[in-house]
T-cell receptor, first 114, second 116 residues
């Protein structure tokens, strides 16, 4: 069965600084990987996804993520954080089985300091 | 704009009093999901509909039921809410569930349930 680990529960970053959120997955085949963001009291919004091909994927809001098969990682990055990036970020892996289920990591809460 | 809508956004119920949460979608997607998300935790899938086919997760309590009367609407019924059922309930959709894990899920804003 697939699993996703986000080692950092909380991260605090200054506005304008760079951000990197870690995600490690366990899956027997080529994974389908997603990053979602959840602003307080809101649903989840897709930032980006990786299925195959170029291992560096670009997403919305200036985010990018890099798939590294050798490290079983799919880390999310942003070069310069804005106050509006304060949110919870979830990494997820998509299952190949019917129903298109997602397995989420535990999430990383990002706080942005002025 | 096409979207996933959840009503109400906040729901207060009493211990043991049945409650229904509503989800509608204008995306014409075939698959609809219900997730439970407790504070500071990842969303946990309760069940999903693939068209009219209902798929329950093995660890979803019997207290939780769902109905999908048509493509656009899906309901979550909690027959006898307990204090432990207080959570955010998220509805999501995906296009057809055939892409083997590749499909994007589109989430609604959630309904926060409070049990008194």
């Amino acid at each position: 069965a697939q699993s996703v680990t986000q080692p950092d529960i909380h991260i605090t970053v200054s506005e304008g600084a760079s951000l990197e959120l870690r995600c490690n997955y366990s899956y027997g085949a080529t994974p389908y990987l997603f990053w979602y963001v959840q602003s307080p009291g809101q649903g989840l919004q897709l930032l980006l996804k990786y299925f195959s091909g170029d291992t560096l994927v670009q997403g919305i809001k200036g985010f990018e993520a890099e798939f590294k098969r050798s490290q079983s990682s799919f880390n999310l990055r942003k070069p310069s954080v804005h106050w509006s990036d304060a949110a919870e970020y979830f990494c997820a892996v998509g299952a190949r089985a019917a129903g298109n289920k997602l397995t989420f990591g535990g999430g990383t809460r990002v706080l942005v300091k002025p | 704009d096409a979207m996933v809508i959840q009503n109400p956004r906040y729901q207060v119920t009493q211990f043991g009093k049945p409650v229904t949460l509503s989800c509608s979608q204008t995306l014409n997607h075939n698959v609809m999901y219900w997730y439970q998300q407790k504070s500071s935790q990842a969303p946990k899938l309760l069940f999903h509909y693939y068209d009219k086919d209902f798929n329950n997760e093995a660890d979803t309590p019997d207290n939780f039921q769902s109905r999908r009367p048509n493509t656009s609407f899906c309901f979550l019924d909690i027959r006898s809410p307990g204090l432990g059922d207080a959570a955010m309930y998220l509805c999501a959709t995906s296009r057809d569930g055939l892409a083997g894990g590749k499909e994007t899920q589109y989430f609604g804003p959630g309904t926060r349930l409070l049990v008194l």
